[in-house]
């Protein structure tokens, strides 16, 4: 069984910047493909960012050259670092592997984006 715990998120102004971080557990995480996701109330789950266990990384069009996904396989976490925060930005932010594991969804991250 494999948990994911978010953290990081926050209130910030538009123009700001956050870094979330999503701790796994288990020894396997370094074979992992990752992704973090996002939720608003009424809307269905979306997907942000990902990085493939070899590195490469892929991003929503909306995100991209805005926020920044990486990871740390030493301590078995994946980061998003996401700066020019725009309102619709905020959501509560997710990680999950890719392909998702619907039990493996942790309690995720409150991000507000508000002036």
């Known amino acids: 069984q494999v948990q994911f715990v978010e953290s990081g998120g926050g209130s910030v102004q538009p123009g700001g910047s956050l870094r979330l971080s999503c701790a796994a557990s288990g020894s396997a995480f370094s074979t992992y493909n990752m992704g973090w996701y996002r939720q608003v109330p009424g809307k269905q789950r979306e997907f942000v960012a990902s990085i493939r266990s070899g590195g490469s990384t892929f991003y929503l069009t909306s995100v991209e050259g805005r926020f920044t996904i990486s990871r740390d396989n030493a301590k078995n976490t994946v980061y998003l670092q996401m700066n020019s925060l725009k309102p619709e930005d905020a959501a509560v932010y997710y990680c999950?592997?890719?392909?998702?594991?619907?039990?493996?969804w942790g309690q995720g991250t409150q991000v507000t984006v508000s002036s």
């Open positions: 999950n592997k890719i392909p998702v594991i619907g039990q493996y």
